[in-house]
């Protein structure tokens, strides 16, 4: 059974940087974590669900949702399991409980984008106040 | 690009069957049959209930079931149990930012 754990959430004042992670477990060697993409997904307090970002199992191919774009980069260890993401210029929109899920990959129009997220890992609260 | 507009609640008895709708554009479920649907009990992370519109990942979704019809997406709970009892949301590929995900709908069983 694949589970995923974050960690790095804190509380950041505005402008601020900080550095999640997401640890993987439960890949098979048919499988191995490297063979899946990962996304980020994020839920303000009270609020729906945000895709932040996503990337391939290489990690070559990255994708972010226009309101992080320039700010947070996700990147991967796939020797170690772990996904990343690492975040600048923080507002306190981005406050939130971050979310990593392994990634169903789709392309449309020859467009890649996240097709599914499952399973999800128990999510990090990241707070951006002064 | 706002997010898919789901109603903000539903209920039903157990039992009973409920539909809950996910309404976009052209730019997202009208574009593809990329729709994928979670369910979130409160505190917990979501977890995939269908994909690919109607697509079941597992046995335990076995009382849900998906349809589309232009930009509208739907999700049917059949036989309503008191574990149902969570929020809900939708989420779509979109031609304009990726991923979109609906504004979430709280079930209540009665």
């Known amino acids: 059974e694949v589970q995923l754990l974050e960690s790095g959430g804190n509380l950041v004042q505005p402008g601020g940087s900080l550095r999640l992670s997401c640890t993987a477990s439960?890949?098979?060697?048919?499988?191995?974590?490297?063979?899946?993409?990962m996304s980020w997904v994020r839920q303000a307090p009270g609020r729906e669900l945000e895709w932040v970002s996503s990337?391939?199992?290489?990690?070559?191919?990255?994708f972010y949702a226009d309101s992080v774009r320039g700010r947070f980069t996700i990147s991967r260890d796939n020797t170690e399991n772990t996904l990343y993401l690492h975040m600048t210029s923080l507002r306190a929109a981005d406050t939130g409980v971050y979310y990593c899920?392994?990634?169903?990959?789709?392309?449309?129009?020859?467009?890649?984008?996240?097709?599914?997220?499952?399973?999800w890992g128990q999510g990090t609260l990241v707070t951006v106040s002064s | 690009q706002s997010a898919l507009t789901q109603p903000a609640s539903v209920s039903g008895s157990p039992g009973q069957s409920i539909t809950i709708s996910c309404t976009g554009s052209?730019?997202?479920?009208?574009?593809?049959?990329?729709v994928s649907w979670y369910q979130q009990h409160p505190g917990k992370a979501p977890k995939l209930l269908l994909y690919?519109?109607?697509e079941r990942p597992s046995r335990d979704s076995d009382r849900f079931s998906g349809s589309k019809s232009g930009n509208t997406a739907s999700l049917t709970i059949s036989g309503l149990r008191a574990e149902d009892e969570a929020d809900y949301y939708c989420?779509?590929?979109?031609?304009?930012?990726?991923?979109?995900f609906g504004t979430g709908t709280k079930v209540t069983v009665l």
């Open positions: 052209n730019s997202d479920i009208g574009d593809s049959d990329f």
């Open positions: 899920a392994r990634t169903g990959e789709g392309v449309h129009y020859s467009r890649w984008f996240p097709n599914w997220f499952e399973p």
């Open positions: 439960g890949f098979t060697s048919d499988f191995p974590f490297s063979s899946f993409a």
């Open positions: 690919g519109v109607r």
């Open positions: 990337l391939n199992g290489r990690g070559a191919r990255t």
């Open positions: 989420c779509s590929f979109s031609s304009k930012s990726t991923s979109v």
